[in-house]
T-cell receptor
């Protein structure tokens, strides 16, 4: 079945440590790929996106993500986490059909320890 | 920056009421979406619209309808609210590069 999977429901890291959030997709073709962040009680904010070209993409707030076609993955990384990064993170995919609607993973909640 | 405004942050409604959730975007985007977000279930697409008066069902349209009379406004309607429609409702507008701009969400409680 076509799906977007975020294997980790909850991740805890120490402030200053590196972070990697995983995202895998299962589609016949390579979709457009996105990462969003949601602070408590808020809507989602786009962190970064991948369409084609360079497989390492840079986003806002110091985040980056790497597309790996062979692994059908689009993992989000940050070299040094700040306490303000505590939030829920969503991976999403879209295609150039159906108004470009996005399908979201179930999210990963990030807790940052002082 | 594109702004997507949802008229209410919190709503409490009674079972059986007809509920209107309003969403307005200010960048002339053609495509707008309504999702609901529930713990453990992620974001699920209810309806979307790709132009004025044009709408398509998403993955969970039952119990909902939508209205898009003007390009900037996309309304979600709960015809007869039920307790299982208690949720966070998120409206989004799509930019040309397929990324979404989201509103702040409406947390609806049906009692």
């Amino acid at each position: 079945a076509q799906s977007v999977t975020q294997p980790d429901i909850h991740i805890t890291v120490s402030e200053g440590a590196s972070l990697e959030l995983r995202c895998n997709y299962s589609y016949g073709a390579t979709p457009y790929l996105f990462w969003y962040v949601q602070s408590p009680g808020q809507g989602l904010q786009l962190l970064l996106k991948y369409f084609s070209g360079d497989t390492l993409v840079q986003g806002i707030k110091g985040f980056e993500a790497e597309f790996k076609r062979s692994q059908s993955s689009f993992n989000l990384r940050k070299p040094s986490v700040h306490w303000s990064d505590a939030a829920e993170y969503f991976c999403a995919v879209a295609f150039n059909t159906n108004a470009g609607k996005s399908t979201f993973g179930d999210g990963t909640t990030l807790t940052v320890k002082p | 920056d594109v702004k997507v405004t949802q008229s209410s942050r919190y709503l409490v409604k009674r079972t059986g009421e007809k509920v209107f959730l309003e969403c307005v975007q200010d960048m002339d985007h053609e495509n707008m979406f309504w999702y609901r977000q529930d713990p453990g279930l992620g974001l699920r697409l209810i309806y979307f619209s790709y132009d004025v008066k044009m709408k398509e069902k998403g993955d969970i349209p039952e119990g909902y309808s939508v209205s898009r009379e003007k390009k900037e406004r996309f309304s979600l309607i709960l015809e007869s609210a039920s307790t299982n429609q208690t949720s966070m409702y998120l409206c989004a507008s799509r930019t040309g590069d397929y990324g979404y701009t989201f509103g702040s969400g409406t947390r609806l409680t049906v009692v």
